[in-house]
């Protein structure tokens, strides 16, 4: 429902300083920027992530709001936070939702569409 739109952007980026690949971890930050297009106020209330790495290993993550928020966003308004995962491959990627809830109650599901966590120029 158009009433209902979230848009959500992410952007990715490896993060050398957390890294230790002799260990086979690589941290990687993304910025997440949600937007409430729709005619209604929204409230975050929870996420799922869905980490994959390059061999194929899925962790699951679920949690009330983001970075210890639930922001609550009325038409036009935008939240942006910044988070990280861990993997054990130099590259993978995340997928997800953030379930939000209308003034009335009544709950919707905000998709966040498959990006790509890899080092810079790894798939070039």
Known sequence: MAEDRIDIT???EY???RSTPD???WAFTYTVRITNQGTR???LRSRYWRI???NGRVEEMRGDGVVGKQPHLQPGESFEYQSWA???TPF???RGAYFMERTDGSRFE???AEFALTLPNALN
């Open 110 to 112: 905000a998709p966040i």
């Open 23 to 25: 260990v086979s971890q």
């Open 15 to 17: 993060w050398p300083e």
């Open 86 to 88: 861990m993997l054990r």
């Open 52 to 54: 994959t790495d390059a």
């Open 41 to 43: 106020p929204a409230t």
């Open 10 to 12: 992410v952007q990715p």
């Open 92 to 94: 993978g990627s995340m």
